[in-house]
Nanobody, 116 residues
Framework: VQLVQSGAELRNPGAAVKVSCMASGYTFTRYFIGWVRQAPGRGLEWMGRIDPEDGETNYAQKFQGRVTFTVDTSTTTAYVELNSLRSEDTAVYYC??????????WGQGTQVTVSS
């Protein structure tokens, strides 16, 4: 199982960012994909998850209205898009496969930096 994420991003405040996570080594539609982030000096923060089989999403309340999860089953890739970025969104963003509510395989992380 591998989850390979896109590279680091630098954005201005107010902009949007989209991070990808390409999955391989398993049947993509059989497992949810979760998204988690870690800001500098802080713990892991769960953002939500998506079911690749039907696109059903569950967003953490903190991010509702500002985050969108999507998948492309033809390329077994999941995406997270976060808009109206602010400096507090500076973090490493991770995708993870979810198995029985556990995150069992993780992407390598994508650094998103929000700075003017």
């Amino acid at each position: 199982v591998q989850l390979v994420q896109s590279g680091a991003e630098l954005r201005n405040p107010g902009a949007a960012v989209k991070v990808s996570c390409m999955a391989s080594g398993y049947t993509f539609t059989r497992y949810f994909i979760g998204w988690v982030r870690q800001a500098p000096g802080r713990g892991l923060e769960w953002m939500g998850r998506i079911d690749p089989e039907d696109g059903e999403t569950n967003y953490a309340q903190k991010f509702q209205g500002r985050v969108t999860f999507t998948v492309d089953t033809s390329t077994t890739t999941a995406y997270v898009e976060l808009n109206s970025l602010r400096s507090e969104d500076t973090a490493v963003y991770y995708c993870a496969r979810m198995s029985q509510r556990r995150h069992d395989y993780w992407g390598q992380g994508t650094q998103v930096t929000v700075s003017s």
